[in-house]
C-alpha cells in the first residue's frame, strides 16, 4: 500500500483528489487535523487535493511517481 500522510492546524473534515482532467478519482471523509489515506489506486501522475477544512478549502498539489 502507498499512503499520503495529512496535518493541519484546523479540523479536516474531507480529502478530495482529482486528476488532470478535474474528475474526482477519491475522496476520504475525516475528522482529524492529522491522518493517512491509502493512494495505491491512483496511477502514476499530478493531482490535485481538495481539503475541506472548518475554516474554507484549499488545494494542494500532488505529484505520485
Known amino acids: ?3 499520503c500522510f495529512f496535518s493541519s492546524s484546523v479540523l479536516v473534515e474531507k480529502l ?6 478535474g474528475e474526482r478519482v477519491l475522496e476520504h471523509p475525516t475528522a482529524a487535523v492529522q491522518g493517512y489515506f491509502d493512494i495505491s489506486n491512483l496511477s ?3 493531482y490535485t487535493i ?3 477544512t472548518s475554516k474554507g478549502t484549499s488545494y ?3 505529484i505520485k511517481l
Do not use: D, H
Request: aromatic residues 12%.
Open 44 to 46: 502514476a501522475g499530478t
Open 60 to 62: 494542494k498539489k500532488l
Open 16 to 21: 478530495s483528489i482529482f486528476n488532470m482532467n
Open 1 to 3: 500500500s502507498e499512503w
Open 50 to 52: 481538495c481539503v475541506l
